[in-house]
């Protein structure tokens, strides 16, 4: 079993920045593909952003492209978010996930239990 441990969310300003950690434990880190979801009150969850094994393929939903960027140290077993020009709408719990599978839809392994990032206005 693996478990996904969610941090680094919280209340920040429009514009402002946040970075989100998901650390791994249980089994080989380096072995999943990672992602992160959102789901903002009363609405479904969206995914968010991927990244390969190798951390060499990204890939970053419409609505956060240039303004978000996902890496992972496989050393420290961690997947990471930055997150830079929030936006209300931005406004969600986010949640890391390991990967089975990559191709759409993806299969999700592991979940964790999410951080909440709120952006004010």
């Known amino acids: 079993h693996v478990q996904l441990v969610e941090s680094g969310g919280g209340l920040v300003q429009a514009g402002g920045s946040l970075r989100l950690s998901c650390a791994a434990s249980?089994?080989?880190?380096?072995?999943?593909?990672m992602c992160w979801f959102r789901q903002a009150p009363g609405k479904e969850r969206e995914f968010v952003a991927t990244?390969?094994?190798?951390?060499?393929?990204?890939y970053y939903t419409d609505s956060v492209k240039g303004r978000s960027a996902i890496s992972r140290d496989n050393a420290k077993n961690t997947v990471y978010l930055q997150m830079n020009s929030l936006k209300p709408e931005d406004t969600a719990v986010y949640y890391c996930?390991?990967?089975?599978?990559?191709?759409?839809?993806?299969?999700?392994?592991?979940w964790g239990q999410g951080t909440q990032v709120t952006v004010s206005s």
């Open positions: 990244i390969s094994w190798t951390g060499s393929n990204k």
């Open positions: 996930a390991a990967l089975l599978k990559v191709a759409p839809p993806p299969v999700v392994a592991y």
């Open positions: 249980g089994r080989t880190f380096s072995s999943y593909a």
